[in-house]
């Protein structure tokens, strides 16, 4: 899973898809936005959120659908599967995150 962190507005549209999806109570995490502190890159003040899943429960999801609710939901396209070379490939010059299970 990819992250494109210029993208992610912080809209936590993934985190509803996924609870909507699974069902699973709020004491319970598979999907979480964290939101970080702002700080300054080249002059410019930047806040970015970062998208924590839990890989082993989203490799069981992808499984059984190829664009699960959390990429599917994402409005600012800012999460996507793919395989590792082509998130690679989506990362260069790119404020990213991967995660891989």
């Given at each position: 899973m990819l992250l494109d962190l210029d993208d992610c507005t912080g809209c936590f549209s993934c985190e509803a898809a996924c609870r909507?999806?699974?069902?699973?109570?709020?004491?319970e995490d598979w999907m979480k936005v964290e939101r970080r502190d702002p700080f300054l890159v080249d002059?410019?003040?930047?806040q970015?959120?970062?998208?924590a899943p839990v890989l082993d429960k989203c490799a069981?999801?992808?499984?059984?659908?190829?664009?699960?609710p959390c990429v599917a939901g994402c409005p600012?396209?800012?999460?996507?599967?793919?395989?590792l070379s082509e998130m690679a490939k989506l990362a260069e010059d790119?404020?990213?995150a991967i995660y891989t299970a």
């Open positions: 909507d999806k699974h069902r699973y109570g709020y004491e002059g410019k003040l930047r970015y959120h970062l998208v069981a999801c992808h499984a059984e659908d190829d664009n699960p600012a396209l800012a999460l996507k599967i793919r395989t790119r404020h990213c």
